[in-house]
C-alpha cells in the first residue's frame, strides 16, 4: 500500500458535542507534516475528545478534520493511539515482542519480524524481546506501546498523557527517547499533556484549549516562538504565559 501523501494537517473549524453539552467549540487549527504539537488545557477542556476526533473514534458535530485534502471519518492504521493506561493496552499472556506483533500479524512472517525488531530497537527495548508484561517496569511498558504504534508504520502517533503515570526520572528519560525518535521518523505527533515543562521540551507547536463547556483555542503557539533553552528569559516568559492560559499560577 503507498503511503498517503498528505502535507498538511487541519482541524477546520471543528465542534464537538455529546448531547446538548457542548465540549469544544470552532477549533481550527492547522500544522504541517512532521510537527510534533502539544495540547495543553484545563481538566474536562476537551484534550482527550480532540484526540479521539483525530483517531476517528468520534466524529465532530460539526466542521473537518482533514489530512491534505481526505476527512478523517472512521479509525484507520495511518494513525495509532498511545494510552497512559498501559495495563489495558498490553496482553499479559504475549511477549513484548508478540505484543508488538499482534498488530501487524496479516503481513508475512519475514516483514513482520523484521519490522518488530527494527521498532523494538528504536524504544530500546531489543535485549527484553521475550519477556512477559509482568515482568517489565511502568516505562518500559509504554515502550512496549509505542514500538507496537510504530510497527504499524502510521503517518501519525495520538498519545494522551503517556507518560503521566510514571515516575519523574523515567518520564524524562522517555521525554527525551521520544524526541530523538521524533527526530529520526519525523512522524506527527499529537501529544496530550499537563504538564507544560513536557510541552516546551517536546513541542514544535503548542495549542492551549479554553476552560469548558464549548472549548476554544487560547493560545497557539508556532514553532519559531517557543524558546529551547530553559536558562533563557525568554523561556521563563513562555512558561509563565502558559501557566496563565491554563489558570494554574492563580491558585497560588
Ligand atoms: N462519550 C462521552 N459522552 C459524554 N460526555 C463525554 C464523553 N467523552 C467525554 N465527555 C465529557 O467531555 C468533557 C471533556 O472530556 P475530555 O476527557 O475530552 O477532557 P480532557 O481535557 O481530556 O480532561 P482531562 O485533562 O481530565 O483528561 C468532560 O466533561 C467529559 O465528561
Request: net charge negative; aromatic share 8%; hydrophobic share 40%.
Amino acid at each position: 500500500m503507498l503511503a498517503k501523501l498528505w502535507t498538511n494537517f487541519g482541524i477546520s473549524n471543528v465542534s464537538k458535542s455529546f448531547g446538548n453539552y457542548p465540549i469544544l467549540d470552532r477549533i481550527d487549527l492547522e500544522f504541517n507534516r512532521g510537527s510534533f504539537i502539544c495540547v495543553l488545557g484545563p481538566s474536562g477542556s476537551g484534550k482527550s475528545t480532540l484526540l479521539d476526533l483525530i483517531a476517528g473514534f468520534e466524529r465532530p458535530t460539526s466542521g473537518a478534520i482533514r489530512l491534505g485534502l481526505e476527512e478523517i471519518r472512521s479509525a484507520g492504521p495511518d494513525r495509532v493511539v498511545v494510552f497512559q493506561d498501559v495495563s489495558n493496552a498490553l496482553f499479559p499472556w504475549l511477549t513484548v515482542r508478540e505484543n508488538v506483533e499482534f498488530g501487524i500479524s496479516r503481513l508475512p512472517r519475514a516483514e513482520r519480524q523484521q519490522r518488530v525488531a527494527r521498532v523494538l530497537e528504536m524504544v530500546n527495548l531489543a535485549n527484553h524481546t521475550n519477556k512477559f508484561p509482568s515482568e517489565l517496569s511502568g516505562g518500559m511498558k509504554q515502550r512496549v506501546q509505542i514500538a507496537r504504534g510504530l510497527a504499524m508504520e502510521p503517518d501519525m502517533l495520538l498519545m494522551d498523557e503517556p507518560f503521566g503515570a510514571l515516575d519523574a526520572i523515567t518520564r524524562k528519560k522517555l521525554q527525551t527517547d521520544l524526541k530523538s525518535l521524533w527526530e529520526e521518523t519525523g512522524k506527527t505527533i499529537f501529544f496530550v499533556t499537563h504538564d507544560i515543562e513536557e510541552a516546551l521540551l517536546l513541542a514544535t507547536e503548542i495549542v492551549v484549549l479554553s476552560t469548558g463547556p464549548g472549548a476554544r483555542v487560547k493560545e497557539w503557539i508556532r514553532r519559531d516562538q517557543i524558546p529551547q533553552d530553559p536558562a533563557t528569559v525568554e523561556y521563563v516568559a513562555m512558561k509563565t504565559r502558559l501557566e496563565r492560559a491554563l489558570d494554574i499560577d492563580e491558585d497560588h
